[in-house]
């Protein structure tokens, strides 16, 4: 009998199997709200993040520039 082997898969591939909603019977249903709650807040944050280091980095400099004055 053949055995059947699966490729190593990355730490955040075995992360994101983990999480991902799918029609598992077992999952428990705090498994499923977690993943529909961290999906939403993880895009969330990678949108703002750049943003708010933008703004970060203008206040700075508009404080640097006034106290150079």
Same mark, same amino acid.
Do not use: C, Y
């Given at each position: &009998?053949?055995?059947?082997?699966?490729? !190593? &898969? $990355?730490? $955040?591939?075995?992360?994101?199997?983990?999480?991902? !909603?799918?029609?598992? /019977? *077992?999952?428990?249903?705090?498994?499923?709200?977690?993943? =529909?709650?961290? =999906? /939403? +807040?993880?895009?969330?944050?990678?949108?703002? =993040? !750049? *943003? @708010?280091?933008?703004? +970060?980095?203008?206040? +700075? $400099?508009?404080?640097?520039?006034?106290? @150079?004055?």
């Amino acid at each position: &009998m053949k055995q059947r082997t699966t490729p !190593p &898969m $990355s730490r $955040s591939a075995r992360w994101l199997r983990g999480h991902w !909603p799918d029609r598992n /019977p *077992l999952r428990r249903g705090t498994d499923r709200a977690e993943a =529909a709650i961290i =999906a /939403p +807040a993880l895009i969330t944050f990678l949108a703002v =993040a !750049p *943003l @708010a280091a933008v703004l +970060a980095v203008g206040w +700075a $400099s508009g404080a640097a520039h006034r106290a @150079a004055e």
